[in-house]
């Protein structure tokens, strides 16, 4: 083994990113962890939000239809990047001012919380359209088949429109979570300790970039490519009894 | 009851608890659109009342009206002696008792309408095992027994889309008939069909006919109409035009209106 890194001229490499000290490879990794927690829970409260918001623009009243507008409007128009900072500051900011004025003092707000809610809103954005294109794709026989038994409106959303939305949704959130993950580096502007922020650290102290730089590509990479496969199996799931292309072609 | 003509269909002929379904005075528009005027049916159980008339006549509006998926703007519904309680516009005042009411009826759209994520099993049990919390062995128990009868036996663990346009639905009358509906309506439930397929389903509608299901039946199969039904309404513009037992409509039809539209079907 050592005798092939050394052919290939690998040696220097391995041993920066080895992952006890003096190597680096555990703080990337610890990186890695820290960028998929924020991904994961910003994934998911834009989930919940998309869904809530995809619902308040479909059947909501005016009011409701405008703020959720604006929402969806500025949020996609702002570049993520000064939309981080301005949700970050302004967020702790705002949290902190109420702290003082319930007599609570500073509070110290966790890098992976205050993550999840940037790009939580950042993504609920997002989710809402992607859920709204979706729920409107769902054809209108199939929901009025299941009010005309008697289906209740939370139960018809969870039974018939949400299963029957889903492999239209699937390819679009798929998109949302790929963001999600590659968003999280933006989190490195202010200070949080995710992977490319790690990966720009351990660079720095080593002047190695080229090595640490291609190694936290690499793990972007990888998380895409297991991303495929488990939205792969996600989509054959929620497409279940509807022929493929290929076989209607037949 | 100003359209209520003949002796079936007359409410005040039938004992009231033999009552299935009956609709007083229903007035519905889209708009500006008056697609009902003031139409009222009723029928005693094991009745089967067709409806007939040329296209845009309203007669979906009237089965979707009588369970609400159309809200009325006016008018009387009530269904085995339950009447639905409206507010002054119509719309229902009990979101509950629509629901309710609802689980009482089957409806049978043209478009089978089936939930095509799930299996034809999946299908027929969704509604008793959800909406009316049957235990889900009992329901898969009883939904085998549908789908035989409709000739799908085989075919529990199927999708909708695998399936033939008549195949769709026979199971999607199986569906109607696992909540063991009072009254059973039927949407024109042949006409998205190739011809070929139009027999089986007429097939099993007839059987249901034979053992005394109530149903009321848009159908534009006039044969087969005259064949199962105890009383026929025609429908022009939003308002019965004439109604009675299928050899008077049928055998000797009196408005011009009807002989026209009968005309223009052969
Ligand atoms: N949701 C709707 N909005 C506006 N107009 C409608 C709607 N549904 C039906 N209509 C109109 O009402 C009339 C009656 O329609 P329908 O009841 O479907 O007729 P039928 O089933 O007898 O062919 C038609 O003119 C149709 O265009
Ligand atoms: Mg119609």
Redesign the interface.
């Known amino acids: 083994m050592d005798a092939l890194l050394d052919i290939l001229g690998l040696t220097e490499a391995a041993r920066l990113l080895s992952l006890s000290p003096p190597g680096w490879g555990m703080n990337l990794l610890r990186g890695l962890v820290n960028s998929l927690q924020i991904a994961f829970g910003a994934f998911g409260m834009g989930l919940v939000i998309g869904l809530f918001g995809a619902y308040g623009k479909l059947y909501g009243g005016p009011v409701l239809r405008d703020l959720l507008a604006i929402y969806t409007t500025v949020i996609r128009a702002v570049p993520e990047l000064v939309l981080i900072l301005i949700l970050y500051y302004v967020g702790t900011d705002l949290i902190n001012k109420a702290a003082t004025m319930l007599g609570h003092g500073r509070v110290e707000i966790s890098g992976v919380v205050a993550g999840i809610w940037v790009l939580g809103i950042v993504q609920g954005a997002y989710a809402t359209e992607v859920l709204r294109g979706a729920i409107q794709a769902v054809?209108a026989?199939?929901i009025?088949?299941?009010?005309?038994?008697?289906?209740?409106p939370f139960?018809l959303m969870r039974?018939?429109t949400i299963?029957?939305m889903?492999?239209f949704a699937i390819p679009g959130l798929a998109n949302l979570w790929l963001i999600a993950t590659k968003d999280t580096a933006l989190l490195a502007i202010v200070g949080f300790n995710e992977l490319t922020l790690e990966t720009r650290q351990a660079a720095a102290s080593t002047r190695a970039y080229f090595t640490f730089f291609l190694a936290a590509g690499a793990l972007y990479l990888i998380v895409t490519l297991c991303s495929g496969v488990v939205f792969g199996r996600v989509e054959k799931w929620?497409r279940?009894?509807?022929?493929s292309l290929r076989e209607a072609r037949r | 009851m100003s359209s209520t003509t003949s002796a079936p269909g007359d409410p005040a002929q039938a004992g009231q608890q033999d009552i299935a379904i009956e609709i007083e005075d229903l007035h519905k528009s889209f708009g500006p659109l008056e697609v009902l005027k003031g139409v009222s049916l009723s029928a005693r159980k094991g009745d089967v009342v067709a409806i007939i008339g040329g296209s845009g006549s309203g007669k979906s509006t009237l089965l979707r009206c009588i369970?609400f998926?159309d809200t009325p703007n006016w008018g009387k519904i009530s269904v085995g002696g339950e009447q639905i309680v409206l507010r002054a516009d119509g719309t229902p005042a009990n979101?509950r008792q629509?629901?309710?009411?609802?689980?009482r009826?089957g409806?049978v759209?043209q478009?089978?309408?089936?939930?095509?994520?799930?299996?034809l099993l999946e299908n027929v049990i969704?509604?008793p095992v959800?909406?009316l919390k049957i235990p889900k062995a009992d329901a898969i128990a009883q939904a085998r027994v549908l789908l035989d009868r409709v000739g799908l036996g085989d075919k529990t663990d199927t999708?909708?889309?695998?399936l033939s346009g008549g195949q769709q639905q026979r199971s999607a009358i199986a569906r109607a008939l696992a909540?063991n509906p009072e009254v059973m309506l039927f949407d024109e439930p042949t006409s998205a069909l190739d011809p070929e397929l139009v027999g089986e389903v007429l097939t099993v509608i007839r059987d249901l006919a034979a053992e005394g299901r109530t149903m009321l039946l848009v159908t534009h199969e006039m044969k087969f109409a005259r064949e199962v039904a105890t009383h026929v309404v025609y429908l022009f513009e939003g308002r019965i035009e004439e109604q009675g037992p299928p050899e008077e409509v049928f055998g000797n039809p009196k408005s011009e209106r009807l002989k026209q539209f009968l005309q223009s079907i052969h």
């Open positions: 054809p026989g199939q009025e088949a299941a009010r005309v038994f008697g289906m209740p139960m039974r018939v299963p029957a889903m492999s929620a279940r009894g509807q022929p | 369970n998926l979101r629509i629901e309710r009411i609802r689980t009826l409806m759209f478009a089978f309408n089936l939930w095509t994520h799930r299996t969704e509604v959800h909406v999708f909708p889309a695998y909540v």
